[in-house]
């Protein structure tokens, strides 16, 4: 379970990436925030998020291997696996919140990130690092240590480090489920649109581009 940080510092690094012709695949690689946690599968952003994308007939689909409870340490033994069975273009990393919450030390973590990261780009799939974070009350030199974590584990590898989706969600309790930790079915919606316009600014071409005239 992961528990949200209310005040978020977000990083939103570069490159871009553009797509082919079919239809890519983006394998999201995450805890119960995109795991559905207390909600039907069919009621969570990311199967919410797959029903518009393909009512739009966007160039690109969701493959779901989130689980609640997941630390890098988990999803890295999964992946070779997970990779093993799915054709996949693209790797999205929403992970380290349990990590962090279990005070697991933050150069495991950066190295459980890189591996993953590098298992993904040997497959030629191209990845993008979601920013996690976690409460203050962990003291500020781990925060700060948490913190920069991802961010060096994005630049060194020269991936997209996107933000946390759960930043204007997580302040809101009318967004947040009783457990206080997990959004609610109404925050859902919220969640799709913002990843939906983070996903496209990534991945999809700029529009002009598109424009044949």
Do not use: C
């Not at 979601?130 to 030199?141: A, F, H, L, T, V």
């Not at 997580?170 to 457990?179: G, S, V, Y």
């Amino acid at each position: 379970m992961l528990l949200l940080l209310v005040t978020v510092s977000l990083f939103y690094s570069k490159p871009s990436y553009s797509v082919q012709n079919q239809p890519s695949s983006i394998l999201i690689l995450g805890d119960s925030l995109s795991a559905s946690f207390g909600l039907k599968e069919n009621q969570g952003w990311v199967y919410q998020l797959n029903q518009t994308l393909r009512q739009q007939n966007a160039p690109y689909t969701l493959v779901n291997a989130s689980i609640s409870g997941e630390t890098t340490g988990g999803a890295l033994a999964r992946l070779p696996k997970i990779l093993a069975k799915q054709n996949i273009d693209y790797l999205l990393i929403e992970l380290g919140g349990n990590d962090g919450l279990r005070g697991f030390p933050p150069k495991l973590i950066k190295n459980n990130l890189l591996q993953i990261i590098t298992l993904a780009q040997q497959k030629n799939i191209k990845v993008l690092l979601m920013s996690i974070k976690i409460p203050p009350n962990y003291g500020d030199r781990y925060n700060q240590l948490f913190n920069q974590t991802f961010v060096e584990a994005a630049k060194l590898h020269d991936i997209p480090l996107l933000p946390f989706f759960m930043e204007t969600i997580a302040i809101k309790p009318e967004l947040m489920q009783t457990d206080g930790i997990h959004p609610n079915l109404a925050a859902q919606p919220l969640i799709v649109e913002f990843m939906a316009q983070t996903l496209a600014d990534i991945i999809t071409p700029p529009l002009a581009q598109t424009d044949s005239h």
